[in-house]
C-alpha cells in the first residue's frame, strides 16, 4: 500500500508491455483490431475514416453556431452580462495566429477525438499583468507526454512536447482536459473512440471491401446469345479474357459487351454478400454516431426524414453535444484562464441566441412564460436565460403588480 500511495502511477515496463500484447494476439485475440495510441490515433480515426471525421464536424460545426457571454455575479446574488470588458477583447484573439473559433475548434477536435486537449497558457512574469494569462496555444495531444512523479499528491512533473525536441513546460502552463479514465494509474484521459475499436477496424474493412467490389465488378449485365449451342473451352477463355480486360474496373462501370447472334440482356445484381456490406456499413455508421450522441438522421442515411425529424435531431445535436461539450471547455477557460485576471465575480456561460432550431422552442416557451402571471419578473428572467433585474417589484408575483399593487412599479419604469 505504501509503494502504491508513493507513486500509483508508474508506467509498466515495456518489455512486460509487448510481451503481454504479443500473448494476447498470439492466444486471446482472435480478432484483430486498430491498435490506437498517442502517436497514430489521429491517423487511423480522423484522417482515415470519414466516417469519424463527419460525426465530430457534426458536432464542432453546431458548437461554431453557439456563443459565450462574461457574466458578472453581484454580491446580491443577481445576475448581469458584461459586453465590455478586456477579457473578452483577449478571447476574440487569444494568440497571433488564431481567432476564438479557429482555437477553441481545434482544442475540441483534439477533445473529442483523443480524450485529451492540451492548452499551453503564457502570463507575463512581471509588469501590470503578472501572473495574467495573455496567450493560448493549442498542443497536438497525441505528441504530448506527461511526466510522471512520484508523488500521489501532485503526480505531474512536467509536460513534454515531442515536436519541439522534448520541449519541457511546468505543470501549471499547461491547461489539460481530458474525459474520464478509469485506469487509476494513467494521467491521460481515455478517447471516446477506444471502446470501438472493433467497430471502427469493420467499418475500415467494409469500405475496403466494397472499393474492391467496385474495382473488380464492374461490369452491371451482359448479353447473351438465345439460341447458341455454346462454345468450346478456347472461345470462352477468349471472351472471359475481353470482359476482365475491358469492362470491369471504376472506370468501366455500367459498360457492357456486344455479343453476335441473338442477343438478351442478363442483368447482373449484387450478391448477397455484397448487400449485406451495405447494411454492415450503414449500422456501423451509425454505431460510432451513437458513440457521441449524434441522431442518426444527420448521417443521411433516413430517406423518409422530413423536415420537422432534421429539425428534432438539430435541436438533439445542441442539447446532447454541441452545448455539453462548450460548455465544459468554458468551464475550463474560466478556471484555468478568467481566475488569472483577478475577479472571481466573472464567469462565462454559453448563448445559444444565434441557434434558429432552439428559438423555436423560445418562442413557445414566451407563449407560456406570457401566461404565467404567478411568476416574478425575475423567475421569468432565469427561464429565458436573461440576467435578473435588481429591483425591489422583480421578485413580487406578476399579478400583484398587474391586479393589486398600487403606485409606480417596475412595469411602469421599463415601458
Known sequence: MLQFLKNPFKKTPAKDVAFARAFYKLFGNAYKTADFNNEDIIEKTYNFNDTIYRTVTLITGAISQLDY?????????????????????????????????????????????????????????????????????NFPSQLVNIVQSDNYFSPILRYEIQYLNEMAIEPNSIMHRKTPQLDYKSLYGMSPLEPAKRLITTNNSVRTASGKILQNGGMSGVLVAKDSQGLDQASLEDVAKNLRANFTG??????????????????????????????????????????????????????NSTYNNITEARKQLYTNCAIPNFRNFLKSIEKEVL?????????????????????QDKKALAEALSKADWLSINQQLTAWGESDYSHPDADVPRYILEKTFSGKTLRDETL
Do not use: C
Open 339 to 359: 481566475s488569472t485576471w483577478g475577479d472571481s465575480s466573472l464567469s462565462l456561460e454559453v448563448d445559444t441566441r444565434n441557434v434558429p432550431e432552439l428559438q
Open 69 to 137: 457571454k462574461l457574466i458578472k455575479t453581484n454580491e446580491d446574488g443577481n445576475k448581469e452580462e458584461i459586453y465590455v470588458h478586456p477579457f473578452l477583447d483577449f478571447l476574440k484573439q487569444p494568440n497571433q495566429h488564431q481567432n476564438f473559433w479557429d482555437y477553441a475548434n481545434i482544442e475540441i477536435l483534439y477533445y473529442l477525438i483523443t480524450g485529451n486537449a492540451f492548452t499551453y497558457k503564457i502570463a507575463p512574469e512581471t509588469g501590470v499583468n503578472a501572473g495574467k494569462v495573455m496567450q493560448l496555444h
Open 250 to 303: 471504376e472506370n468501366e462501370w455500367g459498360k457492357f459487351p456486344m455479343l453476335s447472334e441473338a442477343l438478351e440482356w442478363v442483368q447482373i445484381g449484387m450478391k448477397g454478400a455484397d448487400m449485406q456490406l451495405v447494411e454492415i456499413d450503414k449500422n456501423t455508421e451509425l454505431k460510432i454516431a451513437g458513440l457521441y450522441n449524434v441522431p442518426s438522421v444527420l448521417m443521411a442515411y433516413d430517406e
